[in-house]
């Protein structure tokens, strides 16, 4: 059992990526580059996977080739803790799904009775019927990654890119997972704590203007129209605008205003300021080649009210960081800088807005991120459910980590907020 592995997996060092600027931001050669100036480590690799298919069926054209290949590029990074007395491996947002899905709309249909003769034949892939797949997929790629970490590694966690239009069915997929990682005695865990949102939202951004504005709440195209009659302009700025340290100390106040209010935590201000100068420098010599990043700042009578920064990509656009004052809130100064960043980011070509970060749901009126919930699904995007964050022990010492991280987040989420009163 302790050998025993389902995927073939190879594995080489990266050293010329072909995704600079498409996919997601998290593996991009420049956001781990970014991260190495700021206490990370990383490497790229190559990975070739194949898999012996024992029912000559499943996810498979070709009837007379029993063999499952696929490859991809992964960004593994590593952040040394305790003194570097330990670190952990954290892959964001990656590996996907073994096998390609069976788009919903056909698979609408087979339970469809109408339609169902029409597709009665065809096998139906779906995330529910690959989670022992999965979890091996999980269990041998980390053991494939091993050897080229750290020696002082302690468990590698993964942020799988899998995602479910529905609560119960990302749920579900959870719960197989445990099942079969129990079943088949697979080291995978769930973390309690969840490195990247699982839970957000994606506006379209592919159709027209007027259409996207028609899919948002009709209280938020009133906001934002309110917004720009009462006077308030948008102002965008890079990492080369002549004013951008004085710009990055404004953010930095709002921000700070923002904790005060909502009673979160945000980095130093020297991460800010060096992440969009960083885009901007790595832009002028790749020739546009990475992901751009700009600070948007809502001014109304010589008041900057509110701001937001935001990374966009060929594929994706990300409402990375925002901040409001508490002065003129009725100005809707925040619908109008989204607004205004989404059309950006159309233009420049993303295929969709990311509000990155949301709670599951927007029923109960009690929660504490209720309002965030509301704000932001409310501009009409997809609400997308992610399985959040998974662990490979590689040594014993990941036990007492994982208790030490469980208490830090209890008494951060829930003692201090209580304390505070939220």
């Known amino acids: 059992m302790k050998n025993k592995k389902l995927f073939d997996i190879k594995v080489s060092e990266c050293k010329n990526s072909e995704h600079l600027n498409d996919g997601t931001f998290l593996q991009t050669p420049f956001w781990c580059s970014f991260k190495a100036r700021h206490g990370w480590t990383y490497k790229r690799f190559f990975i070739e996977l194949s898999m012996q298919l024992e029912d000559n ?101 993964y942020d799988p890119n899998v995602m479910f239009s529905s609560i119960e069915e990302r749920d579900d997929f959870i719960h197989g997972m445990k099942l079969v990682c129990f079943a088949d005695r697979i ?47 948008i102002r965008k700025y890079d990492g080369k605008s002549v004013n951008l340290s004085e710009k990055i100390d404004k953010f930095y106040e709002l921000t700070k205003e923002t904790n005060a209010r909502d009673g979160n935590s945000s980095h130093a201000k020297a991460y800010y300021k060096d992440l969009i100068e960083y885009s901007a420098q790595e832009n002028s010599d790749s020739d546009n080649q990475v992901p751009q990043v700009n600070l948007y700042i809502a001014e109304h009578e010589g008041d900057e009210i509110a701001s937001i920064m935001t990374l966009f990509s060929k594929t994706e656009s990300i409402y990375l960081f925002g901040a409001s004052s508490n002065k003129k809130r009725n100005l809707m100064p925040n619908h109008l800088l989204q607004w205004t960043a989404m059309k950006d980011a159309k233009q420049y070509g993303s295929l969709y807005y990311d509000m990155y970060g949301m709670s599951p749901e927007g029923k109960n009126e009690n929660h504490p991120m209720h309002g965030l919930y509301m704000f932001k699904a409310n501009f009409g995007g997809k609400n997308i459910h992610r399985i959040g964050s998974w662990d490979f022990p590689l040594k014993f010492s990941y036990k007492l980590y994982r208790i030490a991280e469980n208490l830090r987040a209890w008494w951060f989420k829930v003692v201090r907020k209580k304390i505070r009163g939220r």
């Open 187 to 233: 080291k995978i865990k769930k973390s309690k704590v969840d490195i990247q949102p699982p839970d957000s939202t994606l506006v379209d951004l592919t159709a027209d203007e007027n259409e996207i504005l028609n899919r948002m709440h009709q209280k938020w195209r009133y906001n934002i129209r309110l917004s720009e009659r009462k006077g308030v302009i």
């Open 57 to 157: 069926s499943l996810c498979q054209k070709d009837k007379n080739n029993s063999i499952f290949t696929k490859s991809f590029e992964l960004a593994v990074l590593n952040r040394g803790m305790a003194k570097n007395l330990f670190s952990i491996a954290y892959i964001p947002l990656m590996p996907e799904l073994p096998f390609k899905c069976t788009d919903e709309k056909i698979i609408e249909q087979a339970f469809n009775e109408e339609e169902q003769v029409s597709v009665v034949n065809s096998e139906l892939i779906t995330p529910e019927t690959q989670t022992i797949e999965f979890a091996w997929l999980l269990q041998d790629l980390a053991k494939a990654i091993k050897p080229y970490l750290p020696k002082n590694t302690i468990a590698i966690r």
